[in-house]
């Protein structure tokens, strides 16, 4: 069995896998990281969206030794410890969540968006999250919630 | 399920992986088709070669009056490329419209060549571009057109468990010429085309000098409108001339009936709108109009 | 009204959970010693099975237990009728590609998986009956030979009034066809659950369910067990929208823990969600409306056909509900109407967001429309003329309760939309220029109405308990809400503890909601029929208001509890009874209230290819009171958002009873991409004083008139009609050609 190692959320890890292994399934089977949701299994939805190297990746379809010596971040990365991430925050704000069952892969794409560019357009929003489907929404208080992320991060100054 | 993932250095290397380790053995680059397929029990190679990690191959540049794409680049990085998008803006479109983002962030340009289906945006793109591929092979490598790449829907004449694409390349569009990409499809994201076109064009002297009409999928590789594309050469390079070279291309094109996609004489119509909409946009930018290709 | 937590858009519930990822749905939980499921599926649409081999499955190492139908003791359910196997044995029929031959329990889901391949299952193929039209001639094989001698299993009759004299006074008729798509949910949670003993030795499953206690009446009986020896727990569901009101895991995962005593999790791919769970019923419709010159309503005439796919469901509801509303918000003196529900080996058809009246909200709207340009009227004007107001005499004869907002609504989205009324006469705007030389523009209007809770002399009832903790000087200090009414996402918990303190003096914060668990809970009904604002707050408030005279009890005997709960049982028919269709005439008093909604949707047409752009949309919605009005502007968006899909790309394709769209890659949900630049929603408060505070169910309201606002601005862009939707690009060219 292989190691895959790598740098989850900031830490080292190491962790047994098949070869044949998934990242999604890693995360949630072996490290118990439950936040990344499978919804279509097949890389159409961006439920399981996850962060490598900064890039936005469905981990559903993701081999998992794809990330041996790759920085991935979840979303169980992004709040510290109480403190919410100032895009969860804007999400919690403006009643973006519905089921919520999309919104971990929503939040993801939308943390490379800023990391990216940290002053989106609505179109450029709309793109960043165009891999993801969400059934609940209807997408605009997303939009919103991105939005409003971006101003805050933007009024602190600091780096996301 | 697989045995093995291997990381080559080198793409020696990863050719030895596979001469080592027989027929069960495969190259993988972004993969994203590659783990659709095992799902459907459609790919039964067991150990991975995964060439994603062997330097050289990540470049987008500029050599001998080609452009050469690396085996590793995605692509969301041919969409973003500021060379790609000044010289060969119709594959930046059709790369840019690939899947999601999270797709175009792993998935290759090569990998899009080799998955052989003949609906695939890069494909389409490359093929107006007349672009080549360097397979490498234990006995050399060779440079090949990409339309001999294809032996059906699905199968690439490159075996993965034997050979590896390295780059590609093709040649960068210069002045008086211009390029555009059309597509249709259900949805504005996260979709396969009901139709593609891609088409590059070269005009001197108030004529049409060269073209090249890709579309896809309305046969069982991406199709050159030959025919359309040789009664452009000396006309003038007007509306007129693009409405009927799209007409030609849509006599020679036989898209079939799809229950998901539409039916064969829908579809058969769309090839004249998207191939007249990219040839009016490309003569248009060859004819130095609309600020020419370097701002498209 | 003044209030202090309704209408704030307080922080829900479960939002900084669900952001994190942390919040915990079915799929999410792992139990010590847990056993893993997968189902063996039916792989015909219509067949005898007539042998069953588990024996190469068995001898797999790790395989547990192959369930089969010999292992459970009453092999029947059903969310209303009884018409399905929990799992098929030798001998029985399968009936359509969702019905289940075995389960395989093993040690890993690896091993199930691999197990399942090798249960062999030698089938007998029947004919497929794949259109209810075919299906109702007396020739046609039947899907339930022992459930009598036709294929249809109900028919509703409406005659009111005297059509024939509505028709001849009528200056014009308006006839049409219509078939609207079958349609899958996508919540995007996949089916999952652990099913378990506990230590009460109760067959335990948790699961995201949207009613738990019916799952329970409906898994007792088949364990043979008494309803107490059966327990559900809900921790969060992934969406629903109907598609959860009937079983997929929850007997099956029932009956293993029942079968091996150990902890079973299954969890469903995406593919048996899509292949093997139910979907929105089809429904084909010959339509005439008859009006006089100026636009009022004479008469009405419609046949109705319902594709039921395999078994009933709630098939029978969902067409009651949609029938009763098959004129729409409009008065109409005279109308006949018959519906059909019919057996077909197609996939089953349920509930799903609408409950019937989305299907028919576009034939009634799409008629309006037709009516409006047949009459060269505004349609705007057209639908004010004929629409319902308090006391309205509607379809089945019943006169509307004390509460109509139709009107106002249309109003706001007219005005909102750029509309001009003077005197009574309005008048579209000017749309601005197309995009481009081959885009046309149009803008439409659409109604619609849904009833609120459940209808037809149903007991619609919810319990909702509260428990009070008071401190020294008898303050509340926390409050708990004990209600088994689910929240699938539109925020239940959040309006339920926004009213809980309203009605207790208390801030938003100090209010809990208890997790949903069939143990703890009492039973609120389900979620569902948009009903939970109305009927369990209207449960709640009743329980707050007697546990704060408890409270006052307490301080003025000086007893020193500090511990105060109650409950409540609230019953719709406290507001007023309804009644069955009369079998005849269908006259009725069908439902207890009613919720409303107006859309304009403005849209481009791509004159070559056929395309539609939705540019701008507008939605406007009477809640009664704005409760959470964040809350109501995203269910006014996901209502738009899923008859966007409805209107122009969603579509499950079968043949034969056969699946063609088995991936969530064919089947085309709306991407952001795909929605409107710019969306407005717009809410209205015309109070309904049976609902608390004022307040009506606006869940399902809100996508009812998507589809035929955004169908009928494609009338207004390129001139011609798409009956049968979703109107693709394809269909939307093919009918422009047509009319070349």
Redo the contacts between chains.
């Keep these: 069995m292989?190691t895959l190692e790598m740098i989850l959320n900031g830490k080292e890890v190491s962790v047994e896998v098949?070869?044949?292994d998934?990242l999604a399934h890693v995360l949630r089977e072996k490290l118990g990281l439950i936040g990344t949701k499978i919804s279509c299994?097949?890389?159409?939805?961006?439920s399981c969206?996850v962060l490598v190297d900064g890039?936005?990746?469905?981990s559903c379809?993701?081999?998992a030794?794809?990330a041996?010596g790759r920085e991935v971040t979840t979303i169980e990365g992004l709040a510290k410890g109480s403190q919410l991430h100032p895009i969860q925050q804007a999400f919690v704000d403006v009643t973006a969540p519905q089921c919520g069952y999309c919104i971990p892969g929503m939040v993801m794409?939308a943390k490379?968006l800023l990391d990216e560019n940290p002053h989106p357009t609505q179109e450029e929003i709309r793109?960043?999250i165009?891999?993801?489907?969400c059934r609940c929404t209807g997408y605009y208080q997303i939009v919103e919630a991105i939005e409003l992320a971006a101003q805050r991060m933007a009024e602190e100054g600091g780096a996301p | 399920?697989?045995?093995?993932?291997l990381?080559p250095h080198s793409v020696k290397e990863a050719l030895d992986m596979l001469e080592a380790r027989g027929a069960d053995v495969r190259i993988?680059a972004g993969?994203?088709d590659l783990?659709?397929q095992?799902?459907g029990g459609r790919n039964p190679a067991t150990?991975?070669v995964?060439i994603?990690r062997i330097s050289g191959l990540e470049r987008i540049e500029e050599r001998d009056g080609y452009i050469h794409v690396g085996a590793r680049v995605t692509h969301?990085q041919v969409a973003a490329s500021p060379l790609i998008r000044s010289r060969a803006g119709v594959l930046a479109e059709a790369c840019g419209s690939v899947?999601?983002?999270?797709?175009r962030?792993?998935g290759t340009l090569v990998g899009n060549v080799v998955n052989a289906l003949p609906a695939a945006d890069g494909a389409i793109g490359l093929t107006a571009l007349d672009a080549q591929a360097e397979v490498a092979e234990r006995t050399g490598r060779r440079w090949t057109p990409i339309s001999d790449l294809y032996a059906g829907v699905g199968r690439c004449t490159v075996d993965s468990c034997q050979a590896m694409i390295t780059q590609l390349r093709f040649k960068a569009l210069g002045d008086g010429e211009g390029d555009a990409f059309e597509r249709?499809a259900?949805?504005?994201?996260?979709?396969?085309p009901?139709l593609n076109a891609a088409v590059v064009v070269g005009v001197d002297g108030g004529a049409v000098k060269s073209a090249r009409i890709a579309i896809g999928p309305v046969a069982t590789k991406p199709f050159v409108a030959t025919d359309a594309a040789e009664w452009l050469i000396g006309q003038a390079p007007d509306a007129a001339a693009a409405a009927n070279a799209a007409k030609l291309a849509a006599q020679t094109a036989e898209p079939r009936y799809s229950?998901?996609r539409?039916?064969a004489e829908?579809r058969k119509?769309?090839v004249e709108?998207l191939v007249r909409r990219a040839l009016t946009r490309a003569l248009a930018l060859a004819s130095g109009e609309g600020g020419g290709h370097a701002d498209s | 009204m003044s209030t202090r937590v309704l209408g704030q858009n307080v922080p829900k519930k479960d939002a900084a959970t669900k952001v994190r990822g942390s919040r915990r749905f079915p799929q999410d939980f792992d139990m010590k010693g847990q056993l893993h499921a997968k189902v063996i599926w039916s792989e015909h649409p219509h067949a005898h099975v007539v042998k069953i081999d588990t024996s190469r499955a068995e001898a797999l190492p790790g395989v547990v237990k192959v369930i089969t139908a010999e292992d459970v003791s009453v092999n029947e359910y059903g969310i209303i009728i009884q018409d399905q196997h929990v799992l098929a044995g030798e001998g029985d029929r399968v009936r359509w590609l969702g019905d289940r031959i075995a389960i395989v329990v093993a040690e890993s889901e690896k091993v199930a998986r691999e197990a399942r391949r090798l249960v062999e299952v030698e089938y007998d193929p029947l004919p497929v009956v794949s259109d209810p039209r075919e299906a109702m001639k007396p020739e046609a094989p039947l899907v339930h030979e022992e459930r009598g001698d036709s294929n249809v299993f109900r028919h509703i009759k409406i005659q009111k009034g005297d059509w024939e004299k509505g028709f001849a006074e009528a200056d014009v008729v308006v006839e049409s066809y219509y078939v609207t798509p079958y349609v899958e949910h996508v919540y995007m949670q996949p089916d999952a659950g652990i099913g378990y003993i506990d230590d009460e030795g109760r067959v335990t499953v948790i699961s995201s369910a949207q009613w738990p206690d019916h799952d329970q009446r409906q898994i007792a009986p088949m364990l043979d067990l008494p309803q107490d020896q059966t327990r559900e727990i809900v921790p969060a569901i992934g969406g629903a929208f109907g598609g959860r009101e009937d079983m997929h895991v929850q007997h099956l995962l029932a009956l293993c823990a029942y079968c091996v005593r150990r902890p079973v999790k299954m969890v469903f791919d995406r593919n048996e969600v899509m292949i093997r769970t139910g979907k929105r019923h089809p429904w084909y419709v010959k339509y005439r409306t008859g009006a006089r010159k100026d636009g009022t309503l004479t008469a009405v005439e419609m046949e109705i056909i319902s594709d039921s796919g395999a078994y009933a469901s709630t098939t029978v509801p969902v067409l009651e509900a949609g029938t009763s509303f098959a004129a729409g918000p409009y008065v109409v003196p005279n109308a006949k109407v018959d519906s059909y529900a019919v057996y077909t080996n197609n996939a089953v058809t349920m509930a799903m967001r609408g409950f019937g009246t989305t299907q028919s909200a576009f034939i009634y709207e799409m008629q309006m429309s037709k009516l409006a340009d047949a009459l060269d009227m505004d349609p705007v004007e057209l639908r004010m003329k004929n629409l319902f107001q308090d006391g309205s005499i509607g379809l089945t004869g019943h006169e509307m309760p004390q509460g109509v907002g139709i009107g106002e609504t249309l109003k706001e989205v007219a005005l909102a939309a750029g509309w001009k009324e003077e005197r009574g006469r309005w008048s579209k705007p000017d749309l601005g220029a197309a995009s481009g030389p081959h885009k046309r523009r149009g803008m439409a209007v659409a109604c619609g109405l849904k009833n609120v809770g459940y209808s037809f002399g149903s007991d619609d009832k919810a319990t909702v308990g509260v428990q009070l903790a008071l401190d020294e000087s008898g303050e509340i200090a926390r409050v708990t809400v004990l209600s088994g009414a689910c929240d699938v996402g539109m925020g239940a918990q959040t309006f339920l503890a926004q009213m809980a303190a309203e009605a207790l003096g208390v801030s938003y914060d100090q209010v809990r909601v208890a997790m949903v668990d069939t143990a703890k809970v009492p039973d609120s009904g389900s979620c569902s029929a948009s009903r939970l604002v109305w009927i369990s707050g209207n449960a709640l408030v009743r329980a707050c208001q007697e546990a704060l005279e408890r409270r006052d009890q307490i301080l003025l005997a000086e007893t020193g509890e500090t511990f105060v709960e109650t409950e409540h049982e609230f019953h719709g028919r406290s507001v007023h009874e309804t009644h069955p269709y009369d079998p005849e005439t269908g006259m009725t008093v069908p439902h207890f209230a009613y919720g409303y909604a107006a859309q304009v949707a403005l849209v481009e047409v791509d004159a070559?290819?056929g395309?539609t752009e939705i540019l701008k949309f507008w939605a406007a919605q009477d809640v009664g009171k704005s409760v959470n009005p964040a809350m109501i502007d995203g269910q006014s968006a996901g209502g738009v958002h899923m008859g966007v899909g409805y209107a122009l790309?969603e579509e499950y394709?079968q043949?034969e009873g056969v699946p063609?769209?088995r991936h969530l890659?064919?089947y085309?949900v709306?991407?952001?991409?795909?929605m409107p630049l710019e969306f407005t929603s717009i809410t209205v408060e015309v109070p309904d004083p049976s609902g608390p505070y004022g307040a009506k169910g606006i869940g399902e309201m809100t996508t009812l008139p998507t589809a035929p606002a955004v169908i009928s601005a494609i009338h207004d862009a390129a001139g011609v009609w798409i009956d049968q939707f979703p109107a693709?690009?394809?269909r939307v060219?093919?009918a422009m050609q047509a009319k070349k």
């Excluded at chain 2, 399920?1 to 993932?5: A, E, H, Q, R």
């Excluded at chain 2, 899947?99 to 797709?103: D, H």
């Excluded at chain 3, 709306?670 to 795909?674: H, L, Q």
């Design positions: 292989p098949e070869p044949g998934l299994g097949e890389g159409e939805c961006g969206t890039f936005t990746v469905t379809i993701y081999p030794m794809k041996h794409s490379a793109m960043g165009s891999g993801n489907i | 399920m697989w045995d093995d993932y990381f993988i993969g994203t783990a659709l095992r799902q150990v991975m995964d994603t969301a899947g999601g983002p999270q797709i962030n792993v249709l259900k949805r504005k994201a996260l979709i396969l009901i229950l998901l539409g039916s829908y119509s769309m709108v | 070559e290819t395309e790309t394709i043949q063609k769209t890659a064919d085309y709306p991407t952001v991409m795909d693709t690009a394809e060219w093919w």
